[in-house]
DNA sequence: AAGTGGTCTAGACCACCAT
DNA sequence: TGGTGGTCTAGACCACTTA
């Protein structure tokens, strides 16, 4: 199924403008994988046709697309969907440095347990797991780096959405979590927010980062949403802040 | 000193696009308070004539701006210079949430202590105070809601930006404390940036807000920026997350 | 050289807001 | 009713990338 081999109906005298539609449009053809992570889509030119609109509206709507970190824009080459790798995990899902330090760093992660359970009513509630399987995974790592741990984090995903998802797979992926949910379950991570607080540190906790019982540590509630803001994946991470900082970049954007 | 007084030179042949030409010619607006806090700035027409461009290139540089967070679009009225008020502070620069709750909250703010000290070396450089004076105010406020505070503030400015700053002056402002930078010393603060990790309360910060000295706080480094990123305000917030989250939300932003 | 997105034009018409 | 920003057109030409 392509995307050029669809009919697209923009209804001209409706309320929503043009671009707005197109962009609807196009951001269910993600949802709906007739556009995948990664691929090129058809050029501005095809689009113009495809939608029966001028160029300009056709921008306005893959502008929009791009503001929201779906769409990529390449001069002189075309534009793609964006796609979860090393890269993008880096700069926008890892949010620490190391203290007095600007630079970002690629951390080491490391399995430290997998498991298959029946989830809690919490977990029932955030994930809207169905009637017919209320079973998650729950997957820890540890992260840090220069031989060195700094956080333990779990993660909570469905086995409903990741029903053939296996330790054996989880550990032999070559990328980043979100890319293994992207290319071997199709489920693309479009955003998340984050809530902090501090915790002492729980026995588990602190040996595997091998620090005292009751150390202060931060504690992160990451929501990961995919289309349509649905809710896929609660990840709970424990912060070890001797070495390293959370970071709330701020950036002057500029651009389109 | 007015806009339409001045004559702009949109180079046509630069490397540079004449609509980020335009944007940065209105941002110098800003910066030289040429443009204010809250102020209307002249229609689309008359900008096209301003500068001598289309319309579609002027509009493209207000929606620069307006994305920086810097101009506000109204239809039907004109565009707005953004400004720092009551509402802004709560939706842009308080970060926290009652625990299990999505309603951000209206914080209490109370002046604990405001002192004039010299600067610490650390001070000097993140601030590039002037070597004639290198003084800084140190206002330490409480923060919180429902008859508790969570939240130990402290602000340090520079002297030399702020000279006329009274404590007086500071606790009879009937507004947020960047509205005062703003209509007082004209110091607009465009963005900031943040870093967090966790510390043990000390004494101090322990009887201000009513735990015990060591209780775990969530520790917030504040970097606030003016125009061309400059500098202008060193803020550390001491956190008593027991009944409430720092915030870091997501936003699926539409438009331009 | 061919193809892509990026910039820019010179309008037209619409939706919204105040008076 | 008059003025504002919002949408949309149908092009032209430029800058960048790959081959």
């Known amino acids: 199924m392509s995307i ?12 929503t403008p043009m671009w707005l539609q197109i962009r609807d449009e196009l951001y269910n053809c993600l949802h709906q ?41 390449k001069q002189g ?21 190391p203290r007095n330090s600007e630079e970002t760093v690629i951390p080491n992660v490391e399995l430290v347990s ?47 959405k990741f029903l053939s998802l296996t330790e054996e797979m989880y550990v032999n992926r070559n990328n980043t979590i979100y890319n293994l ?20 540190a729980n026995g588990e906790t602190a040996k595997i980062l091998g620090i005292d019982i009751d150390t202060p540590l931060l504690r992160i509630d990451r929501t990961g949403y995919t289309y349509h803001n649905e809710i896929v994946e609660i990840r709970t991470s424990y912060v070890h802040t001797s070495d390293i900082d959370y970071v709330r970049p701020h950036f002057s954007a500029l651009g389109e």
């Open 33 to 73: 994988e007739i556009l995948r992570p990664g691929q090129l889509i058809p050029n501005e030119k095809t689009l113009v046709e495809l939608f029966n609109v001028s160029i300009g509206t056709v921008r306005k709507a893959i502008g929009t697309l791009e503001n929201e970190g779906i769409l990529i824009r």
């Open 77 to 97: 080459l075309g534009t793609f969907v964006f796609e979860h790798d090393a890269n993008s995990f880096q700069f926008k899902y890892f949010h620490f440095v």
């Open 4 to 15: 050029t081999d669809l009919n697209f109906d923009i209804d001209r005298n409706s309320q």
């Open 114 to 160: 997998f498991e298959r359970k029946k989830a809690t009513k919490s977990e029932i509630e955030i994930l809207n797991l169905p009637a017919d399987n209320r079973n998650v995974f729950h997957i820890y790592n540890k992260l840090g780096f220069r031989n060195k741990f700094y956080i333990v984090d779990k993660i909570v995903i469905s086995v409903a």
């Open 181 to 200: 949910y992207q290319n071997k379950f199709n489920i693309f991570i479009t955003d998340c927010s984050e809530k902090i607080r501090t915790v002492p």
